[in-house]
Structure formats: structure tokens, C-alpha cells
């Protein structure tokens, strides 16, 4: 299975800030890496596919890039409404893996 | 509107079976294959299973492998997932999550996501 590692596990940040959080794959997984934003008690929502693809009313704020091992998500602008966990999965193979989460707290 | 409506959780002892239901509305389930993901109050996200979009495939991750079963009734637009001797280790929510484009079942990620239904094992 393919293991995929996410950092850091929790960031403190203010709004208008900018955060990135960085994902790694155990191996190549070209673009296929999804990121999702989970808030408690809430289901995941997706908000990047293929890397860098946003997902339809993601807003613009949200950004992912890389390719085969590392990929980002940034957050550009930090909103209160950003205060959650986000998670990458990698789509590039069965069984589909996520990383272990990132929570983005108010500093 | 495009939405999926888990049920079937509850309470249930080490050994014995649950079946969950997943139902969808609002697009044609019949083109889109389906996953069910669980997570541990808590915890992280742990994919369970997937069945292509006409069920002519069906995967499982290694935990489950065995004790559970995916289908799909697409004229009733429902999902299942049956769960067999199961374990304390499966408590957990359990979502269904649709592929993210019409037949393309894993690459681009999971764009519908149910409420959950919650499953607890304990005797």
C-alpha cells in the first residue's frame, strides 16, 4: 500500500495569513492526489483533485501543486471558515491511502 | 439536490452482522462508482471499499477483506455494505463517497460525501 505522509499535523495561523501543507507519497503517484477539508463532525468536502484541479465552488483561496512523491495545498488568505483538518488522499491505486490529517487552528 | 443518505448504524456485538444502506438522489447513481470510507471519532479517514459504477468490480482494503461485502441495487439507487464478524476495531462513522466523474471510479478523488452513520461494536 502506498503510505502517505502529511505536514505538519496541526499549524496555528490568523486570518489573511497564508498555509501550506505539504503531503508526501511512500511512491510515485504522478497527479493523482486528492486533498479534502473536514470539520467536526462534519463529512470530508473536496477541494482539489488531480493536484492541482479545483473542485467546482472551492474558492480560489485554495491551491494544490506537485507531482509523483510531494505535493502542497496553500491556503492563500486565511478565512474563519478555513479553521479545519485537511486531509490528502492518493487516487493513483487500490487501496486508496490518506495522510494522517492537518489541523489548522486560530493562533 | 446531489446527495447520498447513509443508515443501518448501530450497536452491535463482536461477532455479529450490520448491513449499512447508502442512498442516493439528485444524479444517476448508475453512472458513478462509489466508496465507502470509515473514521474513528477522532481519528483519521480509512477507505473500506469501492464498487465500480455497474458493479462489475469491487475492491477492499486488507482490514475488512473477507467479513465485508459492497453491492449496489442501481434501480434502487442504493448502496450496501454488508458487515460480517465484526470486530471493536471496525467501530467507527462509516461514509459513502462518490468517484468524482461519471465511470471514473479513483483518480480524481471523492466529490459526494453521505453524513455518516455511526457504527459501534461492544459487547
Known amino acids: 500500500d502506498i503510505q502517505m505522509t502529511q505536514s505538519p499535523s496541526s499549524v496555528s495561523a490568523s486570518i489573511g495569513d497564508r498555509v501550506t501543507i505539504t503531503c508526501r507519497a511512500s511512491?510515485?503517484?504522478?497527479?493523482?492526489l486528492a486533498w479534502y477539508q473536514q470539520k467536526p463532525g462534519k463529512a470530508p468536502k473536496l477541494l482539489i483533485y488531480?493536484?492541482?484541479s479545483l473542485q467546482s465552488g472551492v474558492p480560489s483561496r485554495f491551491s494544490g501543486s506537485g507531482s509523483g512523491t510531494d505535493f502542497t495545498l496553500t491556503i492563500n488568505n486565511l478565512q474563519p471558515e478555513d479553521f479545519a483538518t485537511y486531509y490528502c488522499q492518493q487516487a493513483n491505486s487500490i487501496p486508496p491511502t490518506f495522510g494522517g490529517g492537518t489541523k489548522v487552528e486560530i493562533k | 439536490q446531489v446527495q447520498l443518505v447513509e443508515s443501518g448504524g448501530g450497536v452491535v456485538q463482536p461477532g455479529r452482522s450490520l448491513r449499512l444502506s447508502c442512498v442516493a438522489s439528485?444524479?444517476?447513481?448508475?453512472?458513478?462508482?462509489i466508496h465507502w470510507v470509515r473514521q474513528v471519532p477522532g481519528k483519521g479517514l480509512e477507505w473500506v471499499a469501492v464498487?465500480?459504477?455497474?458493479?462489475?468490480?469491487?475492491y477492499y482494503a486488507d482490514s475488512v477483506k473477507g467479513r465485508f461485502t459492497i453491492s449496489r441495487d442501481n434501480s434502487k439507487n442504493t448502496l450496501y455494505l454488508q458487515m460480517n464478524s465484526l470486530r471493536a476495531e471496525d467501530t467507527a462513522v462509516y461514509y459513502c463517497a462518490r468517484g468524482n466523474m461519471v465511470r471514473e471510479v479513483m483518480v480524481y478523488g471523492m466529490d459526494v460525501w453521505g453524513q455518516g452513520t455511526t457504527v459501534t461494536v461492544s459487547s
Open positions: 464498487i465500480w459504477f455497474d458493479g462489475s468490480n469491487e
Open positions: 511512491q510515485g503517484i504522478s497527479r493523482w
Open positions: 488531480a493536484a492541482s
Open positions: 439528485g444524479f444517476t447513481f448508475s453512472n458513478y462508482g
